[in-house]
């Protein structure tokens, strides 16, 4: 899952990516709302977490922009006033969900996770295919009843290949699910991350190569 987070106090919003992350989560960062709205004119992100009062570009001005222009990212606005009316405004707006701060960041990770799901068709919260079972919210993998045990990216990648359903994933939609915006383009750690991902898998494989189109389940 691609997900910004746009907060203007530095040190929450590096907390926020950073818990994210360890959810196996793809996150980039802005500062203001100026930042926001270039990230979103040329990245597609399933969520996105705006604080309302921002810099630059207050945050109910993008959420404006994103609404007009039909944005497929869900909106999770996060305000310092948990007011009735306040929150009312804000889903007025255009906004998918409403969090208050302070706020308790397993919540805020279910929010995420809860408008996740609705950024593409409808999927039951934990996935399963070929004998795998995935349960996001929980971080856990099955195959077969066996847990197994991956790295956050290899979490990501894995959730990606069953989220579309046996249809192939190219290797830039992974790197564009599962790494943020620092990725090196010309990298082969989805090529590594598939090959450790296989191994832990076992036998019999189940991740197939598309050669010159990607990845399939």
């Not at 934990?126 to 009843?145: M, N, S, T, Y």
């Not at 990648?157 to 943020?180: I, N, T, Y």
């Not at 090196?184 to 590594?192: G, H, K, L």
């Not at 090959?195 to 036998?203: F, I």
Request: aromatic share 4%; net charge negative; glycine share 8%.
């Amino acid at each position: 899952m691609r997900v910004l987070v746009v907060e203007d106090e530095r040190v929450l919003a590096d907390a926020i990516a950073t818990g994210l992350r360890r959810e196996a989560m793809a996150v980039d960062v802005a500062y203001d709302g100026g930042g926001a709205l270039e990230r979103t004119s040329y990245i597609d992100y399933d969520v996105i977490v705006l604080d309302r009062d921002l810099p630059v570009v207050h945050g109910d001005e993008v959420c404006r922009r994103l609404v007009e222009q039909r944005t497929a990212s869900r909106i999770l606005m996060l305000t310092a006033s948990g007011d009735v009316d306040d929150k009312v405004e804000g889903l007025g707006l255009g906004a998918d969900d409403y969090l208050a701060k302070p706020f308790v960041f397993v919540e805020l990770v279910a929010r995420v996770r809860a408008l996740g799901r609705r950024s593409a068709p409808a999927l039951p919260p934990v996935l399963e295919r070929a004998g795998i079972r995935l349960d996001p919210g929980k971080r856990l993998v099955r195959r077969d009843g066996k847990e197994i045990v991956l790295t956050k990216k290899e979490f990501a990648v894995l959730e990606e290949l069953m989220r579309a359903e046996g249809a192939v994933v190219s290797q830039e939609d992974l790197l564009d699910k599962a790494w943020d915006e620092n990725i090196d383009p010309f990298t082969n750690v989805v090529r590594v991350t598939m090959m450790t991902l296989r191994k832990k898998l076992g036998e019999p494989q189940v991740i197939e190569t598309v050669p010159g189109v990607g990845y399939k389940l």
